[in-house]
């Protein structure tokens, strides 16, 4: 079955470092999405990317955040610079069209000490 | 905006047990409805979905959900829970008609806890 693959698994960044979050969606899907969970909270949406732009973002996403789809493959989201409040588990997600559902990959464990 | 309620936080159930863990949303147009499994250090693999027609659905691993449109709820079910189905349980809606990319709403989940 096809998978959305995160990486990395879990990355400890400084406070006031760039962190980049890396994804690669299902090769056919074409709507992709980036959500994070902080420890014991519920699963909060942070952005959707779909034809090369950005779709909607939550208040979440403010300038700090940036997403791009470089290649065609992957698709990255990028913080400036990490707050300790950005220590979260981030997932990635991504569909196909019409009534299909989401896919999430694995998630990435961001620490920010 | 939408919003989705899970009023049960946290579920405790002897093996064998039935399972009902209640989830309602907030919207009065159509929605698709979504159930997501987390299990410990994991990541979300989706249950069932509803998207139209038969208000009733069976999803993976014996678990099944009722959409009720008058009650705004999509309860989850499962006649006789497994201690391997120890987990976080999260409901989410999407608004099918509200652009491209709809996102996902979760509701803030519910912890079950199977005991031997």
């Known amino acids: 079955e096809p998978e959305v693959t995160q990486t990395p698994s879990h990355q400890v960044t400084q406070m006031g470092q760039e962190v980049i979050l890396r994804c690669v969606p299902i090769?056919?899907?074409?709507?992709f999405y980036w959500y994070r969970q902080i420890l014991g909270q519920k699963v909060e949406f942070l952005v959707s990317?779909?034809?090369?732009?950005?779709?909607?973002k939550s208040e979440i996403f403010d300038d700090q955040f940036s997403v791009e789809r470089p290649d065609g493959s992957n698709f990255t989201l990028k913080i400036r610079s990490t707050k300790l409040e950005d220590s979260a588990m981030y997932f990635c997600a991504s569909r196909g069209g019409g009534a299909s559902g989401y896919t999430f990959g694995s998630g990435t464990r961001l620490t920010v000490v | 905006a939408q919003s989705v309620s899970q009023h049960n936080h946290h579920v405790i159930l002897s093996e064998a047990a039935s399972l009902e863990l209640g989830c309602n949303y907030s919207?009065?147009?159509?929605?698709?409805l979504f159930w997501y499994v987390q299990y410990p250090g994991q990541h979300l693999q989706l249950l069932l979905k509803y998207f139209s027609g038969d208000p009733l659905v069976k999803g993976i691993k014996g678990f099944e959900a009722e959409f009720i449109k008058s009650k705004f709820s999509f309860n989850l079910r499962k006649p006789s829970v497994q201690w391997s189905d120890t987990a976080e349980y999260f409901c989410a809606v999407n608004l099918p008609n509200t652009g491209t990319a709809s996102k996902l709403t979760f509701g803030t989940g519910t912890r079950l806890q199977v005991t031997l």
């Open positions: 919207y009065g147009g159509t929605v698709n």
């Open positions: 990317f779909y034809n090369n732009e950005i779709s909607e």
């Open positions: 090769s056919n899907h074409l709507y």
